[in-house]
Nanobody, 119 residues
Framework: QVQVVESGGGLVQAGGSLRLSCAAS????????MGWYRQAPGKQREKVAY???????NYSDSVKGRFTISRDDAKNTQYLQMNSLKPEDTAVYYC?????????????WGQGTQVTVSS
């Protein structure tokens, strides 16, 4: 059984920062990448960022230069540092653990954490 637990969401003013954390526990096998997605009301879930076991990072154009993904393998934990937040970053953010094969394929999901950016 795999458990994925997120934390760190909340309400912040535009221009502010938040740091999301996500830890996995249980039987995670052959995981070589971690990533974050988000879903705003009325929109499809979109990939925000991922990081591979070789620390290759990929970001969506909408967050590039503002968000930073990192990982701590010893703790099976990943982080998403979000700076210069904009109202359009408001969404439920989901972390995931999965596989990298030329792209990122999530296998295990967190429950989601709300991020709200006020203007």
């Amino acid at each position: 059984q795999v458990q994925v637990v997120e934390s760190g969401g909340g309400l912040v003013q535009a221009g502010g920062s938040l740091r999301l954390s996500c830890a996995a526990s249980g039987s995670i096998f052959s995981i070589n990448a971690m990533g974050w997605y988000r879903q705003a009301p009325g929109k499809q879930r979109e990939k925000v960022a991922y990081i591979t076991s070789e620390s290759i990072r990929n970001y969506s154009d909408s967050v590039k230069g503002r968000f930073t993904i990192s990982r701590d393998d010893a703790k099976n934990t990943q982080y998403l540092q979000m700076n210069s937040l904009k109202p359009e970053d408001t969404a439920v953010y989901y972390c995931s653990f999965g596989d990298y094969r030329d792209d990122y394929y999530p296998r295990y999901w967190g429950q989601g954490t709300q991020v709200t950016v006020s203007s």
